[in-house]
């Protein structure tokens, strides 16, 4: 009598070339890794300043609300567009798409746009390690105790593996897709 254990498999099988394990794995955590961020921003729409102070702070306004709510969903969707790079709607758009549905996206239209995305990410969250190293002229801003800057920290830092994971995919994407050698 044998036992047949299911092991969970990462593989996508709607893409054309096979996908890497540790390709399939980083883009489902892409958008993981910045829902802290995302949840860590939210009181900051009410006024709340999360132990922040900041001197030179504008008075809070009524469009904060659907700004910051805003931003957290369009960096949670953004984060979700990387999963294009080992899905098979990241190959072929999807057929309910108007004009383009069905059609083969040339690798170009993909590979472009994801790497400036992940160096924008990579800048965006790169001046934030910068100021946590104590670089000379990244000031961050101050907190009124030890355990708000300790909470920001922890929900701001895995964010900064979205642009190099986005990097990472668009390479990996740009392998699989490149035409065979002959």
Not at 27 to 32: E, L, M, T, V
Request: hydrophobic share 55%; glycine share 10%.
């Amino acid at each position: 009598m044998t036992i047949k254990l299911m092991t969970p498999t990462l593989a996508v099988r709607d893409t054309e070339q096979p996908v890497p394990r540790w390709a399939v794995f980083s883009a489902n955590a892409i958008p993981f890794l910045l829902l802290p961020h995302c949840l860590w921003r939210l009181p900051f729409a009410f006024d709340f300043g999360m132990g922040m102070f900041d001197p030179n702070a504008p008075a809070w306004v009524w469009w904060a609300i659907p700004y910051v709510f805003g931003l957290s969903v369009v960096s949670e969707a953004a984060a979700l567009l990387s999963l294009g790079l080992v899905r098979g709607w990241g190959e072929v758009a999807p057929a309910w798409l108007p004009i383009v549905g069905g059609r083969r996206i040339p690798p170009l239209a993909v590979i472009i746009p994801s790497t400036l995305g992940g160096l924008a990410a990579t800048a965006m969250y790169g001046s934030t390690l910068l100021t946590w190293l104590n670089v000379p002229g990244f000031h961050g801003l101050g907190f009124s105790n030890g355990w708000w800057e300790a909470l920001a920290n922890v929900c701001i830092a895995p964010g900064i593996l979205w642009g190099p994971l986005v990097l990472a995919l668009t390479y990996a994407y740009y392998v699989r897709r490149r035409r065979p050698r002959r």
